[in-house]
């Protein structure tokens, strides 16, 4: 009998094993974040304006905000996310809460020095695709609005949305 739970045993082991042997480079993490960009020049944003920022998040179903700050160090935002360039903020759907697990944002609050911007109705939608244990994203929609302005984005990278300053 103990054999047979040895064989038991092995067979799922041995089919994950076949299933997930090599190596599956997706990169996905890219492919999810809201971008957003700060437009710098004559009218328009000043360094001093964006040194530190103050983003408020509220997660849904909770009442109170939580704030993190992002310092701006040789033109990018600390903590830096790892998708985004230059004077670029990214923001995910969702992000750990107090106990770590992932939770969705209801909304963000962009504060710079001069004005700030909310951005609401984050909606997330990908395709996947592939063979086996290697499905990566193939398909991107982006829905979200900034200051009650809807914006889509139907590409797989997150394009940078522009933040010019208010007047």
């Known amino acids: ?76 935002f600390q903590p830096a996310h790892p998708c985004v360039g230059t004077l670029q903020i990214g923001l995910d759907k969702s992000i750990p809460n107090n106990t770590g697990a992932l939770a969705r944002v209801e909304y963000y609050k962009i504060h710079t020095a001069v004005d700030s911007f909310r951005v609401d109705g984050m909606d997330l939608t990908v395709t996947k695709s592939g063979e086996k244990c290697c499905r990566c994203v193939t398909t991107v929609e982006r829905k979200f609005q900034i200051d009650s302005v809807p914006q889509v984005q139907n590409t797989l990278l997150p394009i940078a949305v522009p933040l010019s300053r208010k007047q």
Do not use: H, W
């Open 1 to 76: 009998m103990s054999g047979l739970k040895t064989l038991i045993l092995v067979f799922p082991l041995l089919f994950l094993s076949a299933c997930c042997s090599d190596s599956c480079e997706c990169d996905d993490n890219c492919k999810k974040p809201y971008v957003f960009e700060f437009s710098l020049g004559a009218g328009q944003y000043q360094i001093s304006d964006l040194d530190t920022l103050v983003v408020r998040y509220k997660f849904e179903g909770v009442r109170a905000e939580d704030t993190s700050l992002y310092f701006l160090v040789n033109n990018r």
